[in-house]
């Protein structure tokens, strides 16, 4: 059975910082690339970040760049998201997936807060 779980949201001031982690298993995950996707109240979901499955190649949506930081680590099937510099307009459900999305890998997200 294919999971990824996420962890690591919660409350944080803007200007502040978390890391988000996604649990991966029930596939061959360095076979896949892999996204964070983010989802706030009233909105579409929408990609974050994502990473490759061999090079380490990243992609960062031009709201993050400079800010968020996206790794992998193959030996433990967990992808990071280090986000800094937090803002409100970062306030979301965070997913990960594979990327481009598979309709049955998505997670129950994580809740991500940034006050003002």
């Known amino acids: 059975e294919v999971q990824l779980v996420e962890s690591g949201g919660g409350l944080v001031q803007a200007g502040g910082s978390l890391r988000l982690s996604c649990a991966a298993s029930?596939?061959?995950?360095?076979?896949?690339?892999i996204g964070w996707f983010r989802q706030a109240p009233g909105k579409e979901r929408e990609g974050v970040s994502c990473?490759?499955?061999?090079?380490?190649?990243?992609y960062y949506t031009d709201s993050v760049k400079d800010r968020f930081t996206i790794s992998r680590d193959n030996a433990k099937n967990t992808v990071y998201l280090q986000m800094n510099s937090l803002k409100p307009e970062d306030t979301a459900v965070y997913y990960c997936?594979?990327?481009?999305?598979?309709?049955?890998?998505w997670g129950q997200g994580t809740q991500v807060t940034v006050s003002s």
């Open positions: 029930g596939f061959t995950f360095d076979d896949y690339a």
């Open positions: 990473i490759s499955d061999n090079d380490g190649t990243t």
């Open positions: 997936n594979s990327s481009p999305p598979l309709p049955g890998y």
